[in-house]
Nanobody
Framework: QVQLVESGGGLVQAGGSLRLSCAAS????????MGWFRQAPGKEREFAAG????????YYADSVKGRFTISRDNAKNTVYLQMNSLKPEDTAVYYC?????????????????WGQGTQVTVSS
């Protein structure tokens, strides 16, 4: 079992930045790949970014590439999502997720554990 708790969401103006954190407890954090997903009202949950167990490899959706950076600190059992140059279309509930193994998947149903989500609102 892995318990995940996100933090760092809030209201920001377009062009601003936020850093989300996801603290993990339970199973050895370094044994799971991590992903950040987001879900806007009326839309399906979508992949934003992912990182392998070691942190060596990262993956991004085209919509956030060049603006978002995912990272992890295995000593602190925490994964981060640095979001820069935010746009109104980035408004969503952001979820972190964990899956056993090293492979990062972009499909939500490949992940075993989920946090409760944190709201990010970008005003124009």
């Amino acid at each position: 079992q892995v318990q995940l708790v996100e933090s760092g969401g809030g209201l920001v103006q377009a062009g601003g930045s936020l850093r989300l954190s996801c603290a993990a407890s339970g199973r050895t954090f370094s044994s799971v790949a991590m992903g950040w997903f987001r879900q806007a009202p009326g839309k399906e949950r979508e992949f934003a970014a992912g990182i392998t167990r070691s942190g060596r490899n990262t993956y991004y959706a085209d919509s956030v590439k060049g603006r978002f950076t995912i990272s992890r600190d295995n000593a602190k059992n925490t994964v981060y999502l640095q979001m820069n140059s935010l746009k109104p279309e980035d408004t969503a509930v952001y979820y972190c997720a964990a899956r056993s193994g090293s492979v990062v998947h972009t499909r939500a149903n490949e992940y075993d554990y989920w946090g409760q989500g944190t709201q990010v609102t970008v005003s124009s």
